[in-house]
């Protein structure tokens, strides 16, 4: 039984330049989350799919911000531009139904 | 408005104490009630969830939590705790059925274990 996994699990990038991070959910869950978490706080919820749709998305995130899940398995996040303040971890989640949700090991990004 | 209080902001114990991490919510009706930890550089473990029935759930890793309506608690427990728990751990609420992907979290209670 394998959990979220994402990839990678770190990246260092320049400001301006474009990351993509990559989440194989839980295989048999249908539902996808994507999250963002700075220290000492709890995750800011950023999209959701169920299945191949993008169901809801938060203000939090920006037009430089594409979030995709082609095939309703694995996903991809894509920072375009990346500023400083996008520095954070990147927590991918997924579930089955609506209630229990399972986070991956974050995907850390600092921007220098 | 909804919100999760820990009011403990960091805690030590020694190896082979008991703990206890208070977790303080403001909600109107019941909510779905979580127990997620998180080891340095890692994410979110879930502990144990509540929903409804019986009020004392147990969890992985021996821990388990109390849901009191009254005082509108919902405190984790372990009865000894090894070095390993070393973490934070975070409480969280899904407000309502079907919305966990919006869960209100508290901020975080550090957990350092002396040897």
């Known amino acids: 039984d394998t959990g979220v996994s994402q990839d990678p699990r770190h990246k260092i990038t320049k400001r301006g330049q474009n990351v993509t991070f990559r989440c194989d959910p839980i295989s048999e869950h249908n539902r996808l989350y994507w999250y963002r978490q700075t220290l000492g706080q709890g995750p800011e919820f950023l999209t959701y799919f169920q299945n191949e749709a993008q169901l809801e998305k938060s203000r939090l995130l920006s037009d430089r911000f594409s979030a995709e899940r082609p095939k309703g398995s694995f996903s991809t996040l894509e920072i375009q531009r990346t500023e400083q303040g996008d520095s954070a971890m990147y927590l991918c989640?997924?579930?089955?139904?609506?209630?229990?949700?399972?986070f991956g090991e974050g995907s850390w990004l600092t921007v220098v | 408005a909804q919100s999760v209080t820990q009011p403990d902001i960091h805690i030590t114990v020694s190896e082979g104490a008991s703990l206890e991490l208070r977790c303080n919510y403001s909600?109107?009706?019941?909510?779905?009630l979580f127990w997620y930890v998180q080891s340095p550089g890692q994410g979110l473990q879930l502990l144990l969830k509540?929903?409804?029935?019986d009020t004392l759930v147990q969890g992985i890793k021996g821990f388990e939590a109390e849901f009191k309506r009254s005082q509108s608690s919902f405190n984790l427990r372990k009865p000894s705790v090894h070095w390993s728990d070393a973490a934070e751990y975070f409480c969280a609420v899904a407000p309502h059925a079907g919305n966990n992907r919006k869960l209100i979290w508290g901020l975080g209670t550090s957990l350092a274990v002396n040897p």
């Open positions: 509540y929903f409804s029935g």
């Open positions: 909600y109107g009706a019941t909510p779905y």
């Open positions: 989640a997924s579930s089955a139904g609506p209630n229990t949700i399972y």
